[in-house]
């Protein structure tokens, strides 16, 4: 839990314990879980905190720039640790959302889009793993 102290109070997040709870869940999940599955997570150590306490936290902290929020498979929001710029890989199959470095696409540095100021982008990418 250290880490995660450190972690929020570097971006100015007080250390609550649900908030706590919320980012080592989360800072710690690859796997681009949900909202509800971060929630799943929390309950099982800490059955007091909220289906709204941790979905408000996830929102302060994708606000703060502590995780990112991305729509992934059928549009639900995923959370991801991963702050570096990259790409997202779902196994139509397992459902496993793989991260894809950035470098290993080829897309323009920024997209034009007429009648559109486009702020971001990445690519979902989706596909079956070979047998």
């Not at 879980?33 to 289906?51: F, H, M, T």
């Not at 639900?76 to 196994?91: G, I, K, N, Q, T």
Request: aromatic share 8%; glycine share 6%.
């Amino acid at each position: 839990m250290l880490n995660a102290c450190l972690s929020l109070k570097r971006r100015g997040i007080r250390p609550t314990l649900p908030r706590l709870a919320v980012a080592k869940a989360a800072l710690s999940n690859f796997t681009h879980p949900s909202a509800d599955g971060i929630w799943a997570l929390v309950r099982k150590k800490y059955p007091a905190v909220s289906r709204a306490t941790v979905y408000n936290t996830l929102e302060l902290f994708v606000r703060k720039g502590l995780i990112q929020r991305k729509a992934l498979k059928g549009g639900s929001a995923a959370y991801d640790p991963v702050l570096e710029r990259h790409h997202h890989l779902v196994d139509e199959r397992t459902g496993r959302i793989y991260d894809i470095p950035w470098a290993a696409v080829r897309l323009p540095a920024r997209l034009r889009l007429p009648g559109f100021e486009v702020e971001d982008f990445h690519l979902v990418i989706k596909g079956k793993k070979r047998k």
